[in-house]
Each structure stands twice: as structure tokens, then as C-alpha cells.
């Protein structure tokens, strides 16, 4: 209650970059996403943010209800991890795909690749910084890929928030998977994969509009 009285409130610490991305840069880079917030939403193109992660068996659920006579618990079994490559859209369009080996440049070259060959209509896709996003493999490819209407958007550096794929992991993990799907390595990619398949449809993100200011 003493909390409360100065205007406190119980909520969940975010995580942030140590850093802070250059002023002037950061200013142009949103002025450039905005554009293309503002193309997406009249149909000229299609926008994707696309990043990748991973759940592992030692679990992700903070909170949850538990009652008297009740063990709640996750249980942890060391040695698996999915990893997740995604694509989304504030619309819930997505592009995603599974796997147990490790998420590298070739792996990301190979699912642009993939998909500027399926797209029908101009089509941006969002990401970070990362070097496996920026590797030389991928560079080389950019040109041939606007070729086909596909183009990748870098952003700032230091600005997870501006990706709307972290929501959708922290949405995946915090409230569609429960403590049972941790049971083993089957049950977990089970459920990932359902998930996965069910957002546009069963799940729904309320993604908020994009901040302009």
C-alpha cells in the first residue's frame, strides 16, 4: 500500500540496450518506417518485422495462479532448445519456421531467399542489426531481391522496441505456452509449432499502431 500511495504500480521490468542509438540517425530511420507503416496500411506493400528466438526447457512463465494443495511447476530437462525464425505483420500475417539447429546467416539467407520468390505484391521486411542479419552472403543478395519486390529494412541500433517480433516472442512464450508443454522435448515443440500455426486465426496480437512521435 505504501508503494501504491506514491503512485507505484506491480508490473513486469522490461528488458533495454545498454546503449542508445545515435540521435540523428534514429530520427531518420523512424521517419523512414513510418513511411512504410503509412504504405502498408493504404495496400501499396506489404511490411513484415522479422527476427529470431528460441524456447527452451527451462521454461518461460513468471506468473501464474496457483492454489492451496496445488504444485505448480515447470519441469526442466536440460540439452533441447527450438529455435524460431518469424516473420509478422500488424495484421498477424506471418511467415515462421521451426528448428533444433542453430539460426545462422545461411539459415536467414535461405528463407529470403525462399520467399521473394512467393511474394505477389512489394514487401518490406524489418529487422536489427544483428551480423547474421548482415552478413556478407546477404549483402551480396539485396539487389537481386529488390529485383523480385523484396527489400529488408535495417533498423537503428539499440531499438528492440521498434520491432514488433519481440512482443510476438513475448506473447508466445509468457501466454499461449503452458508449464505442461515443457514436459519433454516432443510436447514442447508440439505445442510451438500449434501456436505458430494458430496466429491470424485462433491467436490474435493486438498490435498497437505505429508511435509517430
Not at 543478395?141 to 527489400?151: C, S, V
Request: charged share 25%.
Amino acid at each position: 500500500m505504501f508503494f501504491k500511495s506514491l503512485d507505484g504500480r506491480y508490473k513486469r521490468i522490461r528488458r533495454r540496450c545498454k546503449g542508445k542509438p545515435c540521435p540523428d540517425l534514429y530520427a531518420l530511420k523512424k521517419a523512414q518506417l513510418t513511411e512504410l507503416e503509412i504504405l502498408c496500411e493504404q495496400g501499396f506493400l506489404n511490411l513484415f518485422y522479422g527476427d529470431e528466438s528460441h524456447v527452451c526447457s527451462t521454461g518461460y512463465v513468471p506468473y501464474g495462479w496457483q492454489f492451496l494443495g496445488e504444485e505448480v511447476f515447470i519441469p526442466v530437462e536440460q540439452g533441447y532448445k527450438i529455435n524460431i525464425w518469424g516473420l509478422i505483420s500488424r495484421r498477424n500475417q506471418t511467415h515462421w519456421l521451426t528448428t533444433e539447429t542453430t539460426i545462422s546467416a545461411n539459415f536467414i539467407f535461405t528463407q529470403l531467399e525462399e520467399l521473394s520468390f512467393k511474394i505477389r505484391k512489394p514487401t518490406v521486411i524489418v529487422v536489427d542489426n544483428v551480423s547474421i542479419h548482415k552478413a556478407q552472403l546477404i549483402q551480396q543478395q539485396l539487389p537481386f531481391w529488390e529485383a523480385r519486390g523484396l527489400r529488408v529494412f535495417y533498423l537503428p541500433t539499440y531499438s528492440p522496441h521498434l520491432n514488433i517480433a519481440e512482443t510476438f516472442w513475448r506473447k508466445l512464450k509468457k501466454e499461449q505456452l503452458d508449464p505442461g508443454d515443457y514436459f519433454n522435448k516432443d510436447t514442447l515443440f508440439y505445442a510451438v509449432n500449434r501456436c505458430l500455426a494458430q496466429v491470424g486465426n485462433l491467436w490474435r496480437i493486438n498490435f498497437s499502431k505505429f508511435n509517430i512521435n
